[in-house]
RNA sequence: GAUUCCGUAGCUCAGCUGGUAGAGCAUAACACUUUUAAUGUUGGGGUCCUGGGUUCGAAUCCCAGCGGGAUCACCA
């Protein structure tokens, strides 16, 4: 990227000039209220069209077709777009032609935002338009939009489609490929719909630190801060549970909170370094307890964005409506593999996954084994919503014992489409259990395993007063929302993904070349060149520069004086 | 992290075994009163991602780097 502006950002500026020479300011402060919508006119013009006689509409251009006097354009506002019919002497009805002749024609572009009043009629295609009475310029735009445009049948040329430009650039792409928005739109159902339903259960939406002394609640690396004023380190929160939690000890029956959580791990189409969970802590409940809800839950969200419980996912179709499967961790293997591990020491499940041929390595213990056999195995054929249940307790600190199966936690994973969405436990509420378990995890952490949980003496004097026995769920929002909207990446239910750092082109001063003694006039001369800092243009050859000038001279029939040779040679000095 | 493909005009993309850089749209000028991927005529617009190498000559071949996509692995 140089400073240097593109032909045709250039003629927007010089247009933007224009405009306010002839005294009409591009970027009117006055409200401009309309009274009517793109989508409203063209689904109810036909029943009444007498309510479309004096409408007000806004929006940006996004094609233009002139034909001479007359002149049609596509109007895009919030809800779609709708064709505007003009006519020079209807829009000018005295002897001055401006607004016609020069403001529409030549000092409007795509993606001008313009206001219009008129009525609406059908041309001889039958194509609903807005006959336009009067015009009023918005904002003008002074970038060009990529212009994609679309058949009647739907075909799309010119589609503005590479995923880093989308996702850099979000507001140009809701803008040419606004189906995109129905995305964004369905997230704020999901988000909406389900907070709608844990308040009518009469659940509390609560708010807790993101800013956190110690990272605990789930397993996964940190970015770290710092705070000046108390000079402490800081941690952005991998999770929001043991907050929850002491709000439940603090006397609340049901909390709840969406919130972004922040890991500082790898990126991919289902992981990104921020990214939004709910969690909700309900008093005096179990995951059993909590099965129920989600499936109520889930049926609700799944019918505020598509009205029926029943959600296309690929080429699957997914039932949101309860009851799901449930199937015990050992019982899902049993029934994926035909193997029953449930009994097994770590040398046989050791035996088993090399039989599986699933790679192991010596670290493992036996928990994390079981794990690896149910990822490689049960996990893809999970496409039906389906509950996991009853966890080895090696890798879940925070979840209770299991009533009557040793060595298992009170837990259950959601599964759908081959992906976990969710996770409960009955909670841990035994202060002295939870302080043992998290000691266990300081030794991971000891033995360099550094997503192990840390110990928060805070939260354990929590508990010690004394928690009620508590049910807690945390559903991925995102990866929700990609079910929901039947898209295979995280990144299209993200406005704004996390990208890498943009190459940023140094911003440079014409004065910075002319304090060397450049004329200003050569400045963008050097600059096509490819010097945009001074340093690249003395890191140059100085005679080469010389005989470039004057090339470039040529080339850009510039009609400028040609600096002598010691003029240039004294640049480099 | 591995494999693989890609990077050319504002946008979407061609460009063959190496030989003066192309199209459509956008843009500029002219014409045109119901068009709709409007049309017709004429023009302008390029660091062919960056840096090396091979060559008389590189967008093209080779090496390295940067950026992006896809698949896989790791990770929640």
């Known amino acids: 990227m140089s400073i240097a502006l593109s032909e045709q950002e250039i003629i927007r500026r010089e247009s933007l000039q224009q405009l306010r020479a002839l005294g009409i300011n591009p970027y009117p402060a006055e409200a401009f209220d309309v009274n009517a919508w793109a989508q409203d006119i063209t689904d109810n013009f036909a029943i009444k069209p007498e309510a479309y006689q004096n409408v007000v509409i806004a929006g940006r251009i996004m094609t233009r077709r002139i034909m001479g006097s007359a002149s049609f354009a596509e109007l895009q506002d919030s809800t779609g777009r709708i064709q505007i019919y003009l006519k020079r002497d209807d829009i000018c009805p005295d002897e001055d032609k401006t607004l016609y002749n020069t403001v529409f024609k030549k000092l409007l572009d795509i993606g001008d935002y313009i206001g219009i009043k008129g009525y609406v009629f059908l041309t001889q295609t039958g194509e609903i338009s807005v006959h336009v009475r009067d015009l009023i310029v918005l904002s003008k735009s002074l970038k060009p939009l990529p212009v994609v445009k679309r058949e009647d049948d739907g075909t799309i040329h010119d589609g503005f489609t590479d995923p880093e430009l989308r996702y ?142 029943v959600v296309q996912v690929g080429s699957n179709e997914i039932n949101f409506a309860g009851p799901y499967e449930k199937l015990s961790m050992y019982d899902s293997i049993l029934k994926y593999t035909g193997i029953d591990v449930s009994a097994m020491d770590e040398a046989g499940l050791r035996e088993v996954c090399a039989e599986l041929k699933i790679d192991v390595n010596p670290t493992m213990g036996k928990g994390k084994l079981i794990d690896e056999i149910f990822s490689a195995k049960v996990e893809h054929n999970l496409i039906q919503p389906t509950y996991i249940t009853d966890y080895p307790i090696e890798m879940t600190p925070l979840a209770k014992k299991h009533r009557t199966k040793d060595g298992l936690v009170e837990r259950f994973e959601l599964f759908v489409n081959g992906k976990e969405i969710a996770n409960a436990y009955s909670e841990l509420n035994d202060p002295i259990d939870q302080r043992e378990r998290l000691e266990e995890q300081l030794i991971l952490a000891g033995r360099g395993d550094d997503e192990a949980m840390a110990m928060d003496d805070d939260f354990l004097r929590a508990l010690e007063y004394g928690m009620p026995p508590t049910s807690g769920l945390g559903i991925g929002i995102d990866r929700l929302v990609m079910l929901m909207t039947n898209q295979s990446t995280i990144q299209e239910v993200l406005f704004f993904p996390q990208m890498r750092p943009e190459k940023k082109a140094k911003v440079v001063t014409i004065e910075d070349f002319t304090n060397i003694g450049v004329p200003a006039e050569w400045v963008p001369v050097l600059n096509k060149m490819g010097f945009n800092t001074v340093e690249e243009l003395k890191a140059a050859n100085p005679n080469k520069v010389f005989n470039d000038l004057g090339g470039m001279r040529k080339k850009m029939k510039l009609d400028i004086t040609m600096p002598t040779k010691e003029e240039v040679m004294a640049w480099f000095k």
């Open 168 to 309: 850099r650039q979000r507001y140009v792409d809701l803008t040419v490929n606004p189906a995109y928005k129905q995305i964004f739109i369905n997230r704020s159902k999901v988000i909406s719909s389900m907070r709608n339903y844990f308040n009518n259960q009469g659940w509390m939406e609560v708010e807790t630190p993101i800013l956190q002394p110690v990272h605990g609640g789930a397993a996964a690396r940190p970015f770290a801060t710092h705070h000046n004023t108390l000079d402490m380190p800081l941690f952005l929160r991998i999770a929001n549970e043991l907050y929850l939690k002491r709000l439940i000890v603090a006397g609340f029956d049901g909390v709840y909170e969406f919130g972004k959580m922040f890991r500082n791990e790898g990126m991919d189409r289902t992981h990104n370094p921020e990214f939004t969970a709910m969690e909700i802590y309900v008093a005096y409940k179990d995951y059993i307890w909590m099965m129920a809800m989600v499936e109520e839950c889930l049926e609700t969200v799944a019918k505020a964005v598509h009205g029926i419980p």
